[in-house]
């Protein structure tokens, strides 16, 4: 998001390179007083480009013609498919119930995901629009931090990345395939949005009555 200092620069060259336009074309250029509104000017861009990046860019009367970022924002249910099969089994392990916490501006994204046993940040992402210019996909890298209790018994720290399709005008559903650093692969679904975000996969479960 720019900061005070690179409006108040965008802002300042316009005036100049207008002016000296006007110089060019052999017109007035206005005194120096037409200078002295520049810092309530700045104030006032200042404030509505904060409020358009937190909130007013995903108002659904701009999205497509002015805004093409898609909202994730919220709580999604998700199922993960894992390619992990237990060696003292030989079975492959069930399908993961998890939670996908979104929560998004115009120019930052947050996704952290949460199961019973672990919780994964985001550490990079792009969402970029497809060869068709419709379709737009989220890619991101991630870090996955396991229960401490499960830490050295079970599961460890470990990193992956993803790469999801964003289906849907509002978005009703991602889907994908993510890979980890250990090895693994699977497929990767979000589905059933509530806007609200919760801290906590319970929180999330109770919410959702699962």
């Known amino acids: 998001m720019p900061t005070r200092l690179h409006i108040s620069s965008f802002i300042g060259l316009t005036i100049l390179v207008w002016l000296v336009a006007l110089w060019v074309q052999g017109m007035p250029v206005l005194s120096a007083d037409f200078l002295k509104p520049f810092g309530l000017v700045v104030g006032a861009i200042s404030i509505i480009i904060t409020v358009f990046n937190k909130c007013l860019w995903a108002q659904p009367w701009l999205r ?12 999604w249910e998700v199922e993960l498919l894992s390619s992990w099969v237990n060696p003292e089994t030989g079975q492959p392990i069930l399908p993961i119930k998890a939670y ?15 199961t019973k046993e672990s919780r994964s940040v985001l550490i990079a992402h792009s969402i970029e629009p497809q060869e068709d210019d419709e379709l737009y996909k989220l ?5 996955n931090e ?19 399709e964003i289906h849907g005008t509002p978005v009703y559903e991602l889907q994908g395939h993510y890979w980890t650093d250990r090895g693994t692969k699977g497929s990767m679904r979000l ?20």
């Open 64 to 75: 497509g013609w002015y805004v093409k970022r898609p909202d994730l924002r919220g709580t």
């Open 100 to 114: 996908a916490v979104i929560r998004q501006s115009l120019t930052s994204l947050s996704f952290r995901l949460m």
């Open 139 to 143: 890619v991101g890298v991630y870090r």
């Open 146 to 164: 396991p229960k401490i209790e499960l830490q050295g018994v079970r599961s460890e720290m470990h990193h992956g990345s993803f790469a999801l």
């Open 191 to 210: 589905f059933k949005n509530d806007k609200k975000c919760y801290d906590t996969y319970e929180q999330a479960s109770n919410q959702h009555g699962t």
